[in-house]
């Protein structure tokens, strides 16, 4: 099966477009205040590792390569 450029950048273009209405409803408030983010807050300074978070991102990317080199 051979994809083109132009769909692959539509598909990465809905993807964004989808996860940006999540982050707009507000389905999506949970992200970076999971156990294990590391949050550090002073009088004038606020830290923030969101560590379990980003783990969670990676974790999701690496199924769907995975699927996509699958399929594909």
Do not use: C, K, Q
Request: glycine share 10%.
């Amino acid at each position: 099966m051979n994809s083109s450029p132009g769909a692959l950048l539509v598909g990465l273009g809905v993807a964004l477009i989808l996860i940006g209405l999540l982050i707009w409803s507000g389905s999506l408030s949970w992200f970076g205040r999971l156990p294990g983010d590391v949050r550090i807050e002073r009088e004038t300074v606020t830290v923030h590792f969101p560590l379990v978070s980003m783990l969670v991102v990676s974790v999701v990317l690496s199924l769907v390569a995975y699927v996509v080199r699958r399929f594909l």
